[in-house]
């Protein structure tokens, strides 16, 4: 039986660039990783590492085997992280997902990958965000 989603991992070769992204902009942290043979970054949301960053010499192609979509995170704190989006000038594009009770914020990470973070919709509702 499935319990939850433990991380994600990423294969980088830009992986400073994606390690400040996700805990300067994402807010989440960097924090103990395995001695493996190859660099890389665990990065956490509260004790769990759920993006697991991989540092590879070059970058996958794109479209070359098989691809992420998108991962997305769960979060409080809508109107921080909009802040944050836009000091470091990251667009973002924000959808509703009304029956779901869900406010999705859509980014892209310094090396594409599509993520998602959502939030409950009244704190788009109290900011002022949501449609009708």
Known sequence: MILALDHVNLRTARLEAMRAFYVEVLGLRVGPRPAFSFGGA????????????????????????????????????????LERLRA????????????????????HDPDGTHVHIDFD???????????A
């Not at 788009?124 to 949501?130: F, I, P, S, V």
């Open 42 to 81: 665990w990065l956490y949301c509260g004790d769990t590492a759920a993006v697991h960053l991989v540092e590879v010499d070059e970058a996958p192609p794109p479209g070359d085997g098989l691809r992420l979509e998108h991962f997305a995170l769960r979060a409080r704190g809508l109107g921080e992280l």
């Open 88 to 107: 470091r000038s990251v667009p973002a594009r924000l959808g509703f997902v009304r029956d779901f009770g869900i406010c999705q914020v859509n980014v």
């Open 121 to 131: 919709i009244a704190e788009a509702e109290a900011l002022g965000l949501a449609p």
